[in-house]
């Protein structure tokens, strides 16, 4: 299985409301992402789990929370979201520093 | 890379020709270097990558060359076709792969014309 699947693909929700993105990959990797892509920019790293550790916080605000259950899935959790936090949220596993990244097809999320 | 504010650098080449996106990364220290199609609604999509030891590295219709004297990445597309219309990212791992970090350039849209 050489995939990242997210769910759900598309997420309508209001400021006050509490939601989860969720990401799976089964293909050994032991270090996963989050990243926000606005329309048209690159992708922006949010948080990066090494070893189901984080390792990396971009400064991400804290209505952003990040969780690693196992080796395999990665929670975004969400609350109290602003209108500008409407995004693209992609996930990412690689092997490690260094390797290549695969990207799952993403959650379109709008905050309304 | 410098935003061009909404607009993306785009790229219009004919079916069948050549392709050639630049890229022009920004650490020294940089050894690996990738190359991400994304197409629309989707996600970004592996292409080929590099590392600093190499100069050029060729994959399925697809080449890359890198130039570490003056930063440079280029990814040529041989032959291309419609699927091909895409924006293409370049990402450097920024740290010598010291972290999981990859820095990604602004992007080129490529528009090949039937």
């Known amino acids: 299985d050489t995939e990242v699947t997210q769910t759900p693909k598309h997420l309508v929700m209001g400021m006050t409301n509490k939601k989860s993105l969720k990401c799976e990959q089964h293909m050994g990797h032991r270090a996963m992402y989050w990243y926000k892509q606005k329309a048209k920019k690159p992708p922006e790293l949010m948080f990066v789990y090494s070893y189901e550790k984080l390792s990396i916080n971009e400064s991400v605000p804290s209505r952003f929370s990040p969780e690693c259950p196992n080796s395999s899935l990665l929670n975004l959790h969400l609350h109290a979201l602003q209108p500008e936090d409407s995004a693209l949220y992609l996930c990412?596993?690689?092997?490690?520093?260094?390797?290549?990244?695969?990207f799952g097809p993403g959650t379109r999320l709008t905050v309304l | 890379g410098e935003s061009v504010g909404l607009h993306l650098p785009t790229l219009s080449v004919q079916e069948g020709d050549n392709s050639i996106i630049n890229c022009a990364y920004s650490?020294?220290?940089?050894?690996?270097f990738i190359w991400y199609k994304q197409e629309s609604g989707k996600g970004p999509q592996f292409i080929i990558d590099i590392r600093s030891n190499m100069d050029k590295r060729q994959g399925q219709r697809v080449t890359v060359l890198l130039n570490k004297t003056v930063k440079h990445l280029s990814l040529q597309i041989a032959a291309t076709q419609p699927g091909d219309s895409a924006v293409y990212f370049c990402?450097?791992?920024?740290?010598?792969?010291?972290?999981?970090?990859?820095?990604f350039g602004t992007g080129t849209l490529l528009a090949v014309q039937p």
């Open positions: 650490n020294s220290a940089s050894d690996y």
């Open positions: 990402a450097e791992n920024g740290y010598g792969g010291a972290t999981n970090k990859l820095i």
């Open positions: 990412a596993s690689s092997q490690g520093g260094g390797r290549e990244q695969f």
